[in-house]
């Protein structure tokens, strides 16, 4: 997972400029339940039968699942790890606009997040109205700070209460106070710059954040730290998306040319890209997750959706020649920097990835180049292995949550990440994301390559700065038209000997640089905010 931390830190400094056409709104069809799978329960009952061991390297002899052993004769029930009993993150505040509700998805569960100005708080409600189940987050904020349905009008409160209904005689009952007309309130807070939601509006879990708090990472407040917040909706699952950000050995190839990967020893560098043995193992599992440690240092998996290390960054490599290994030298330890990541199941086939990468050098750096300017290289990272993924979640779901040790061949330990959280998935978590009653499981038809690419739905407008940016360079586009049109014009309109001959050749120059100028930046908008396709055959 660090291996590619000094890439992303330089994406502050230096970004491939990728290029403006209006955005598509995409369509995106889920299949209607087909055939139901297995529930979390019956699979994981299933997986007791099976012979589970916490391994510390992935040699070939230490994977259970590439030899044959004879299965316990009475194996203890595990402890299982409650889906609906956590926080899950839904998205970065700096990315919510307080004026206008939003609508979000986790779980599979529909909610409007919207900012309650009586309150002072972000709440999270249930995304329908409980008189026609219009979807609340089309609504508006009112004069008086209350979350109002547009379809009839009627009005909520942060408790979820209903406080006006217009239809409702005004001498009449008081219908609005009736427990029918309540919207489900869902227990929230703000965290690391993040609105986490408990998927369960139960009252017995009103007070909840007394009790159990979202996992802390300090750095993310500390204002010794910088970083940009990046949130990106993602076109495969949760389980695809944290295996693969627990996988540092696919950067150098899926990854190739977009980031560094470090100088590799010629007595390791096998070929162009530069992949090498990797040393990683894994400590210690449990329901809660797990502990790994790699070259760069400890990381940590806390389910369900926080992956996060330390990592003093590199100042060269050297190499161990009597071992071939390579090793890191010495770094002043005031130097630090992370990876978080937050992986949010959203429904199958779909995710959300909310992370930053803190640093306590080059503050004064990070926070000068404006968010939507690291967001170029980030989404191009995300981007360039996104087919992939998508394809091989599809291959993984025919062959079935609980073979995946059967079909996958990972005999190095450069995959002990991966081979954990299957493990971990397998043994506490009924090998896949509980979605209740509301999927089967069934994934999605792969859509088209410009939809799956998309960026404009997918990140740009979640996003207050690219969403920004978008629009004033949309405007400057505009900008240069007029000006080449009417440099043009003027030409055209001057008598002859009216203005001299350089002035003339000038200003014929200003229209034709301006109609280029504009060209280039349309498509620099259209490869930064709309779509970026990606193919690796001539990387």
Request: glycine fraction near 6%.
């Amino acid at each position: 997972m660090y291996s590619v931390m000094d890439s992303l830190i330089s994406s502050s400094s230096s970004f491939r400029s990728p290029y403006h056409h209006q955005p598509r709104i995409p369509t995106i069809t889920l299949t209607k339940p087909v055939s139901k799978i297995p529930s979390s329960h019956r699979i994981t009952q299933h997986i007791l039968r099976s012979n589970f061991k916490i391994f510390t390297a992935a040699s070939p002899a230490t994977f259970p699942a590439e030899t044959e052993s004879a299965p316990p004769e009475e194996a203890a029930e595990p402890e299982r790890f409650e889906w609906y009993e956590q926080w899950y993150p839904v998205w970065a505040v700096c990315d919510l606009d307080k004026r206008r509700p939003h609508a979000k998805k986790v779980l599979g569960i529909d909610l409007v997040v919207w900012w309650d100005r009586n309150e002072n708080a972000w709440k999270v409600f249930d995304d329908s109205c409980p008189h026609r189940l219009a979807p609340l987050s089309e609504g508006r904020i009112d004069q008086w700070g209350r979350l109002q349905c547009v379809y009839h009008g009627w009005c909520f409160g942060g408790a979820g209460d209903c406080k006006f209904i217009p239809q409702a005689p005004r001498d009449g009952p008081p219908v609005h106070t009736s427990k029918k007309a309540c919207v489900a309130v869902y227990p929230s807070c703000v965290q690391n710059g993040i609105v986490w939601f408990w998927p369960n509006p139960d009252p017995q879990y009103k007070e909840i954040h007394s009790t159990k708090k979202p996992h802390y990472i300090p750095e993310l407040d500390d204002p010794s730290f910088a970083y940009a917040m990046t949130t990106r909706e993602i076109g495969y699952g949760y389980e695809i998306l944290i295996e693969n950000l627990m996988d540092p050995a696919h950067v150098a190839y899926a990854h190739y040319g977009v980031m560094e990967t470090g100088q590799v020893p010629k007595s390791l560098k096998a070929d162009r890209e530069g992949g090498r043995p990797l040393e990683m193992s894994v400590q210690k599992v449990d329901v809660n997750g797990f502990t790994s440690k790699q070259i760069f240092g400890e990381n940590y998996f806390v389910a369900p959706c926080l992956l996060y290390g330390y990592f003093a960054p590199k100042k060269g490599q050297i190499t161990n020649k009597a071992s071939s290994e390579v090793v890191l030298s010495p770094v002043p330890p005031e130097k630090k920097a992370m990876l978080v990541f937050y992986c949010v199941p959203v429904s199958p086939g779909h995710s959300r990835l909310i992370y930053a990468i803190p640093r306590n050098f080059g503050v004064r750096m990070q926070r000068m180049v404006p968010r939507w300017i690291h967001h170029i290289l980030q989404n191009l990272i995300l981007d360039s292995d996104l087919y992939l993924l998508h394809m091989e979640e599809r291959k993984l779901r025919n062959v079935g949550a609980l073979n995946w040790h059967k079909s996958c061949y990972v005999p190095t330990k450069s995959d002990a990440l991966v081979v954990a959280f299957r493990r971990w998935l397998n043994k506490y978590g009924g090998a896949q994301v509980d979605w209740s009653d509301k999927y089967t499981g069934e994934l999605p038809p792969t859509p088209p390559r410009e939809q799956l690419f998309d960026r404009y739905w997918t990140h740009t407008v979640g996003c207050s700065s690219c969403s920004a940016a978008y629009k004033r360079l949309n405007a400057l586009v505009i900008a240069l038209q007029v000006v080449s049109i009417a440099s043009t014009a003027a030409v055209a309109a001057a008598k002859h000997g009216a203005i001299s001959i350089a002035a003339r050749y000038s200003v014929a120059s200003l229209a034709v640089l301006s109609f280029l100028a504009s060209k280039w930046l349309s498509h620099f908008i259209h490869k930064t905010f709309i779509c970026h396709d990606y193919d690796h055959a001539f990387r």
